[in-house]
């Protein structure tokens, strides 16, 4: 596939942020941006290491293995302790969550968002605390009850290695 490499991806993805004016690369554009990120991410292994990792509203782009992947990928480029930043919407019963899938369907309709055009995957805050645990961090969430979404952070650190005890 041609310009299918880490910098063709990323080129791309810089290319369509900076030619989007700048009321929508606070909005929409940025999330397009990030969209072709994950993308990106596919083609980085190992990632590189890093202080901090901030995910913010692509999650439920990708289905739930390779969010999980992605997870795994943060706590591998970090080091012990070090901080992931997840905003994320979960799935639930809830008015809310009927608002957010709408709002995500015109906006992948409309090609504002990228990926999630057969479905979108949203867990649930017990799958997403699940999948973070199995990634190897320690993860405590925030609601953002003042949102129309069901919109939460998950501030999360990567846990300390398990030593074995030695006799």
Known sequence: MPGATT?????????RYRSAPLGARLFVHG????????FVERFVDPPPKC????????????????????????ASALGEGGPVVVKAQERRTDPRYAITYLQETITVSLGFTRGGRERFFFPTREEALAMFERAGFVVEVEDMPNRPYTDVVYLARKAPMKTSAVS
């Open 7 to 15: 910098s063709g991806a990323l080129n791309r993805a810089v290319h």
């Open 31 to 38: 999330r397009a941006f990030l969209s072709d990120l994950a």
């Open 51 to 74: 202080d901090v990792v901030t995910i913010v509203d692509v999650l439920y782009l990708l289905p739930f293995d390779q969010q999980e992947r992605v997870l795994r990928n943060a």
